[in-house]
């Protein structure tokens, strides 16, 4: 079926604002940030290839350019007609394209995980059936009408200081409910609610989140989900596409970049606090993720990335 021609062009000049409000309120190169918490705009005129990345739970609204995410074999689209939404953290590759005549804006909304799980709780307790969706860490989904509606409200709200004390909270927790009614809403909602096999694996996350500057015994976390260690190393590695160890040295190292690039502490002090033993070995593993030193990242972070990190 062709698309309805009244309807493209009624929502043209949404996205034409939804673009231009993002330019205004992302007037500098990298993150910019916004009078909300957890919300935040990235401006990049860059071509990036292949940069490993770990978001935190939320979604990624790109309203010009395109990004792609490459995670064992399967990429993951969030352009202007597909937005990410990322139910549990995982370290993954990205590319994106933009240019200095047109480039990349785009909303990254950080989940308020209290405000998440009490929405899908509500969602939840009011369907007529179950949802038995598996967890998902990245799901790529279609930028519906909903979702850009509520996206320009934010953006609106975010250059009037009054509309945004007024209304600014509930905005955003419309726009978290959009998300989880969305058509990843159900993976969403397994990974907050933590049941099932899948769940317990989130419950090991969130334990390594805690704890990844801390010696990691894989065998205690098996013993704590209720699982041999090979069955947790299946059931874990087909959530993150990593296996135990290698999630925690990732985590581990883009916890590092950004105290590094924030050049508050010496190289050997950030590979302590992350958990480290060896310097060396700390910045062989640093080069190796990330393809160069930890002076030359934190000097890209800077430059692409910006002070908000």
Not at 180 to 196: D, F, N, T, Y
Request: charged content about 25%.
């Amino acid at each position: 079926m062709l698309p309805n021609p009244m309807k493209i062009a009624k929502r043209r000049p949404e996205r034409h604002e939804l673009v231009e409000l993002a330019g205004l309120l992302a007037p500098c190169q990298g993150y910019n940030p916004t009078a909300l918490e957890g919300v935040r705009i990235l401006r990049t005129e860059a071509v990036l290839r292949d940069v490993p990345v770990l978001y935190k739970p939320g979604a990624v609204f790109v309203l010009q350019g395109r990004k792609h995410g490459m995670l064992e074999g399967e990429v993951y689209l969030y352009d202007e007609k597909h937005y990410l939404a990322v139910s549990v953290p995982v370290p993954f590759r990205m590319a994106s394209v933009a240019s200095a005549g047109r480039p990349l804006l785009a909303v990254y909304v950080e989940f308020n995980m209290g405000l998440a799980a009490e929405i899908a709780s509500e969602v939840r307790a009011r369907r007529t059936e179950p949802s038995a969706d598996q967890v998902r860490s990245l799901i790529s989904s279609p930028m519906e009408p909903g979702i850009e509606d509520v996206l320009l409200r934010l953006l609106r709200a975010l250059r009037d200081p009054v509309e945004l004390a007024v209304l600014g909270a509930g905005i955003l927790r419309e726009l978290h409910y959009r998300v989880l009614v969305g058509p990843q809403g159900g993976a969403m909602i397994s990974a907050l609610q933590q049941r099932g096999t899948s769940g317990r694996i989130v419950q090991s996350l969130a334990r390594l989140r805690e704890t990844y500057s801390s010696e990691i015994s894989v065998a205690a976390l098996a013993s704590e989900a209720g699982m041999s260690v090979p069955s947790f190393h299946v059931h874990f590695k087909a959530l993150t596409g990593s296996t135990p160890i290698q999630y925690v040295k990732a985590m581990r190292l883009h916890e590092a970049r950004l105290m590094i690039a924030r050049q508050d502490k010496t190289i050997a002090e950030v590979a302590a606090l992350v958990g480290y033993v060896s310097p060396a070995q700390f910045s062989r593993d640093f080069k190796r993720h990330f393809r160069r030193t930890a002076s030359e990242e934190a000097k890209w972070v800077r430059q692409h990335l910006g002070e908000l990190l």
